[in-house]
C-alpha cells in the first residue's frame, strides 16, 4: 500500500491563480480531511468527507473546494490564492474510531 | 481561547532524562490522538486513546488518558535523540465518533541533547 499520497510537494502560486491540491489512498477509508499547518497555530480543518459523495466544512474553509466523487480521492482546490493561504496541507484518510493517517504534505507559497 | 491546550510548548532534555507533554481540553474528550513530526515532514501516529483511565504503552512511550480532568499526558522514559521532534496531540470532542474532524494542540518541540 502507497498509504496516503500528496501532490505536489510544493508549489508557488502567484495572487489570484487557481490550482488544485491532489490527495489519493489505497486503503479504502471512507474518512478523508484536509487539514493546514502555520506556525504557531498548529493544524486547522479545512474540509472533510465522510464517504464518496459527502463533504462538508471544517473550521477554516473560506477560499477552498473540495468533492469526493471516488471513494480514493479527495482533492482540494484553491479557487483565487491569496498570500493568507500560504501554509503546509496535509491530507489524512482513516476509518471510524480508528487512526487517522496523514500524507507528507504540500508546502504551498502564494506570492 | 484554545479548545486544546498543550504543555509545554518546548522542552529541551539530556539523554537519557524522562519527560512529560500534557494536552488538556476544554470541552469532553471523545478521543485522544498522539501523533510525531519531524521538521518538514508528515505526522507519524503514536497512540490512541478512548476511554477514561485507559494508558497505552509503545517501547518508551507511554500515554494517558485522564477523563475526570479531560487531559492526556505522553511519558518519554529515558529520551534518545530518535525521540526529538514535534508532539501533537489530536482530540475528538463530538460523541459518536468524529476522528475525521480533530482539533489539535499547538504542539510541543522536544530536543534531546547527547
Known amino acids: 500500500n502507497a498509504g496516503v499520497t500528496q501532490t505536489p510537494k510544493f508549489q508557488v502560486l502567484k495572487t489570484g491563480q487557481s490550482m488544485t491540491l491532489q490527495c489519493a489512498q489505497d486503503m479504502n477509508h471512507e474518512y478523508m480531511s484536509w487539514y493546514r499547518q502555520d506556525p504557531g497555530m498548529g493544524l486547522r480543518l479545512i474540509h472533510y468527507s465522510v464517504g464518496a459523495g459527502i463533504t462538508d466544512q471544517g473550521e477554516v474553509p473560506n477560499g477552498y473546494n473540495v468533492s469526493r466523487s471516488t471513494t480514493e480521492d479527495f482533492p482540494l482546490r484553491l479557487l483565487s490564492a491569496a498570500p493568507s493561504q500560504t501554509s503546509v496541507y496535509f491530507c489524512a484518510s482513516g476509518r471510524f474510531d480508528d487512526e487517522q493517517f496523514f500524507g507528507p504534505g504540500t508546502r504551498l507559497t502564494v506570492l | 481561547s484554545q479548545e486544546l491546550e498543550q504543555s509545554p510548548q518546548s522542552l529541551i532534555v539530556q539523554e537519557g532524562k524522562n519527560l512529560t507533554i500534557n494536552c488538556t481540553s476544554s470541552?469532553?474528550?471523545?478521543?485522544l490522538y498522539w501523533y510525531k513530526q519531524k521538521y518538514g515532514e508528515g505526522l507519524i501516529f503514536l497512540m490512541m486513546l478512548q476511554k477514561g483511565g485507559e494508558e497505552k504503552s509503545h517501547e518508551k512511550i507511554t500515554a494517558k488518558l485522564d477523563e475526570k480532568k479531560q487531559q492526556s499526558s505522553l511519558h518519554i522514559t529515558a529520551s534518545q535523540p530518535s525521540h526529538a521532534g514535534i508532539y501533537l496531540c489530536?482530540?475528538?470532542?463530538?460523541?459518536?465518533?468524529?476522528?475525521?474532524?480533530?482539533?489539535f494542540g499547538k504542539g510541543t518541540l522536544l530536543t534531546v541533547n547527547p
Open positions: 470541552k469532553t474528550l471523545y478521543g
Open positions: 489530536g482530540a475528538d470532542m463530538e460523541s459518536g465518533g468524529s476522528n475525521y474532524k480533530l482539533t
